[in-house]
């Protein structure tokens, strides 16, 4: 399985971006699939992460701004980013656990997109 994230850019404070990310491969089930972030010089953070149960959770940091879904179909996660801040700025990851067919359980991330929010 991989994850193919974009959507990523440059954008003022206070605009939006929406990221995506493309899981492929031979899936049966996502479990966790989820958005994760590292600002230059900080540790990976996780931003928000959207479960097989329908329950989501967001950082105290991105609460109220960002909204995460998915579309189970096309296998494919979103991050809608609004009021984006400065300290958003960062290279986002997408993060994948689930099962496939044939290969067991995978845990899996993908390439990262750079997210710059200027004052």
């Known amino acids: 399985v991989q994850l193919q994230a974009s959507g990523g850019g440059m954008v003022q404070a206070g605009g939006s971006l929406r990221l995506s990310c493309k899981a492929s491969g031979s899936i049966y089930s996502i479990n966790s699939f989820g958005w994760y972030r590292q600002a230059p010089g900080k540790e990976r953070e996780r931003v928000a992460v959207?479960?097989?149960?329908?329950?989501?959770n967001y950082a105290e940091a991105v609460k109220g701004r960002f909204t995460i879904s998915r579309d189970n179909i096309k296998h494919t996660l979103y991050l809608e980013m609004n009021a984006l801040k400065p300290e958003d700025t960062a290279v986002y990851y997408c993060k994948a656990f689930g099962y496939g067919y044939g290969v067991g359980a995978f845990d899996v991330w993908g390439q990262g997109t750079l997210v710059t929010v200027s004052s």
């Open positions: 959207d479960n097989i149960n329908g329950s989501t």
